[in-house]
């Protein structure tokens, strides 16, 4: 999955080059150590096992004096992350800039400590599985700590590019560090079980006897077996074909391009240009990082330059570029009894529009929003029910002059009756599963379960209900998700489109190619949108515009 470089430690520290390594290059076949890991003086015997424990006992490669007894930083960092998310139910992107941050990494390094953790969080599944060939004991009887530290080995050995000597000695030179020297031990023999094998040997043999198809994409493309049916049945619900379905889990697995969004008429992106980042393909004002700190970047640190997926920009942007006054601009809307009509156009400005994003935490799309809104002379609400959440929504803000917007703390669900068609524009991006968004938050396939679908389902279907309250006659509300699951989708639209006579869809299909760069994103299905990691390469963000009838 991931590119790095080699040297004492995998990754060329001192005098060792920076070149990629091909593959396995410290194993041999049935991982017994080659020339790079056991030489003249090496001191485990053929079978593995060390000495002093019975007849024949195994020992590092190394002599003790020659023994990893330090944690390389970029590995702690990872190990760190895993810790966090599994002990104190934490999100690695939260938690990963601060640990490169305190521990010091330089790009190369926080690089590979960013694989490295959300690899080893995204193959959670499939390595547990390989794990279970290899330990003598049901996983859930080791310790958290050393089960998260024979994940960050697995992912070395099986999905990057490091050598096997390498892997191994760091991730025991990691426990032995920070866990003890007797679970480093075990940690070593797991760790050169599962190096016998290449990932595909593995796959082979876990799948072997295995018949059903979502049993074998769970283990193949590492998502739990529900989420699998899910996704399947999400890109049938959306206009596509169930087969897509190995592309869109391997979609999932990619390592995300971080996207960078300038706020209009505020920020610049020539900063992040000459830093090497690439103008983006899908929509004005947005680059291709490539890759680092950015919190180095001037523009980043005073928010007119923000880290934002290309899906959400191009939401946020529809909602903003409906024309609410007609004008042909190819947009269509359709009654609950299927009539189509012309109803809109893009491009609108209508001084003295008040925009509301009703679910604004932690505020990026909020952020766009207002830059928007202060270029068209709006004024933008941002409300959000956590206070912690809506110091962060303003802090997104800040850049943008604070005469084209407000934060409100509170309830989205109220402002429906205590505002009622007060809005000209509604943005409702509704809490949800994230099932669109599991690239970039590696660890929610293995947190949310099916109940979670139904929990969601009521606050959803409120806070719609909410923002169409709020709305104005001839207004829209842009109802959003980053989940394409019919259940927090489609069904919540239907839902409402049947509870009242006064709305109507607009094609929302034809809104995000108004505001996209290729004018062709072909996302729209039955007048609502969907965008897709393996079709779009961005998050798999749902959009639906709902015209309030005059």
């Known amino acids: 999955m991931s590119d790095s470089t080699t040297g004492s430690n995998g990754r060329g ?12 290059s410290g194993s041999q076949p049935g991982g017994q150590p080659g020339s790079q890991g056991a030489g003249a003086g090496s001191r485990r015997n053929a079978q593995g096992r060390e000495r002093n424990r019975g007849p024949q006992r195994g020992f590092t490669e190394s002599a003790p004096s ?3 007894r330090r944690a390389d930083p970029a590995r702690l960092v990872a190990f760190e992350v895993l810790r966090a998310v599994a002990a104190e139910d934490a999100y690695a992107n939260l938690v990963l800039p601060a640990r490169i941050r305190h521990h010091g990494l330089d790009k190369r390094d926080a690089g590979f400590a960013t694989e490295l953790s959300y690899g080893a969080l995204r193959g ?7 794990l279970a060939r290899c330990v003598d004991r049901p996983l859930d009887q080791l310790d958290p700590a050393i089960l998260d530290a024979l994940r960050i080995g697995a992912h070395q050995l099986l999905a990057m590019r490091v050598p096997a000597h390498a892997a191994l000695d760091q991730t025991v030179g990691l426990a032995r560090a920070v866990i003890g020297a007797g679970p480093s031990a075990l940690i070593n023999a797991v760790l050169r079980k599962v190096s016998a094998r290449t990932l595909e040997e593995w796959l082979d043999l876990l799948l072997s006897t295995e018949t059903d198809a979502t049993a074998v994409a769970s283990i193949r493309y590492a998502h739990p077996e529900w989420i699998v049916r899910a ?3 999400s890109l049938v619900a959306h206009g596509r074909t169930a087969a897509e379905i190995d592309e869109l889990l391997d979609a999932d697995n990619a390592a995300p391009v971080v996207n960078l969004v300038a706020l209009p008429g505020v920020g610049s992106l020539d900063e992040a240009l000459e830093g090497g980042a690439t103008p983006g393909e ?3 004002g947005s680059a291709l990082s490539s890759g680092g700190d950015l919190g180095r970047l001037a523009s980043v640190r005073d928010g007119s330059t923000r880290v934002q997926d290309v899906g959400s920009q191009l939401v946020a942007r529809a909602m903003a570029a409906v024309n609410l006054h007609g004008g042909g601009g190819g947009n269509h809307s359709q009654n609950p009894g299927g009539e189509h ?11 003295g529009e008040r925009w509301l994003d009703l679910c604004a935490g932690p505020g990026g799309k909020a952020a766009l929003l207002g830059a928007l809104a202060r270029q068209r002379g709006a004024h933008l609400l941002a409300n959000e029910f956590a206070p912690h959440r809506a110091k962060l929504v303003r802090q997104a803000l800040s850049a943008v002059p604070h005469d084209a917007w407000e934060v409100r703390t509170g309830d989205g669900r109220d402002i429906g009756s205590e505002q009622p068609e007060s809005f000209d524009r509604v943005l409702v991006d509704v809490p949800c599963t994230g099932l669109g968004a599991l690239r970039r938050r590696p660890e929610s396939r293995w947190r949310r379960t099916p109940k979670d679908l139904v929990d969601l389902g009521p606050l959803q279907r409120q806070l719609l209900n909410s923002a169409l309250d709020a709305v104005k006659p001839g207004g829209v509300v842009a109802y959003v998700t980053c989940s394409p699951h019919p259940a927090e989708t489609t069904a919540v639209v239907s839902d409402a489109l049947r509870k009242r006579e006064d709305l109507e869809l607009l094609d929302a299909g034809a809104a995000l190619d108004a505001v996209s760069l290729t004018g062709d994103l072909r996302a729209g299905h039955e007048l609502t949108a969907q965008l897709w990691p393996h079709v779009h390469h961005t998050d798999a963000m749902f959009l639906a515009l709902i015209h309030k009838k005059a």
């Open 13 to 24: 520290r001192g005098q060792q080059p920076r070149g990629r390594s091909g593959g396995q």
């Open 66 to 68: 020659q023994r990893t």
């Open 124 to 130: 959670q599944g499939t390595y547990d599985a390989i």
């Open 231 to 233: 996704l399947r049945q």
């Open 282 to 284: 899908l929509v004005e």
């Open 341 to 351: 009509q012309e109803q809109t156009g893009q491009g609108s400005e209508d001084p």
